[in-house]
């Protein structure tokens, strides 16, 4: 963790120069992004197996991108139980909040004979993209998939980077097994972005992308916003912690 002591007069330009982030050098991460996307539109699925091998060092091909109802059942199986119940627990609170948000169509007439009213219609398809990596992120793929199921889009599919020897992380298996996702393939970055939006012979298009991801993953969606929707681009995740000494350390 890097710990930085402001104090006195140093404190402000420090402060200038941590939050001064300029958009100015993304442009070389614009240009790489913009050429996969180009290839996942030209090739499709060929584009896809060879950026999944250049990157992520896993060769797959069409029978094996999806992940399977074997490899979700072997995915239970590597993890502890009482994970798992802690994945179910969680789902079930989040999808109880999301239930209460839930917006309806409604009509009116009004004395003139007015006929008003609002119809409420989910999208059809949306895709969510789950890093992988050194660390799993289960709790990504119950934020985004319940609140899709709870509105009612037809089918969610799932993105989410491979390991060298071509498995998805366990625990977003299970997570997205839970949350009611439809569909889960092994394929990351910017291509998996690029394969949602325009869709290839085995990822179909989606309406919509959510979910976090590297500066790739980021500019992507940028890059396929009006293409299909996204829920923002996102930048890292930061958190400022305001405490004294009479705070416990182990707490905050």
Not at 113 to 133: A, D, N, R
Not at 152 to 171: H, N
């Amino acid at each position: 963790m890097r710990i930085m002591k402001l104090t006195g007069d140093s404190r402000k330009g420090a402060l200038e120069a941590l939050l001064g982030r300029s958009p100015a050098g993304y442009s070389e991460y614009e240009e790489t992004v913009r050429q996969i996307i180009e290839d996942v539109r030209a090739r499709g699925d060929e584009a896809v197996f060879e950026l999944e091998e250049k990157f992520d060092r896993c060769r797959l091909d069409r029978d094996s991108i999806r992940v399977s109802r074997q490899e979700i059942e072997e995915a239970y199986g590597k993890l502890d139980s009482a994970f798992v119940e802690v994945i179910r627990r969680s789902a079930a609170n989040i999808r109880a909040y999301h239930e209460k948000q839930v917006t309806q169509s409604w009509i009116t007439t009004s004395g003139d004979g007015t006929i008003l009213g609002q119809k409420v219609t989910p999208i059809e398809t949306s895709g969510c993209y789950v890093p992988g990596g050194r660390a799993v992120y289960p709790s990504s793929v119950l934020m985004n998939v319940i609140p899709a199921k709870v509105a009612g889009v037809e089918r969610i599919v799932i993105a989410t980077p491979p390991d060298a020897s071509g498995k998805a992380a366990a625990g977003t298996i299970v997570a997205a097994d839970i949350a009611g996702a439809d569909e889960i393939y092994k394929v990351g970055g910017a291509q998996a972005i690029a394969a949602l939006a325009y869709g290839t012979e085995t990822i179909p298009r989606v309406d919509k992308i959510t979910g976090p991801g590297n500066i790739f993953v980021a500019l992507a969606k940028k890059a396929c916003f009006g293409v299909t929707g996204i829920d923002s681009v996102a930048g890292p995740s930061e958190i400022l912690v305001i405490a004294d000494h009479t705070a416990n350390p182990r707490y905050v």
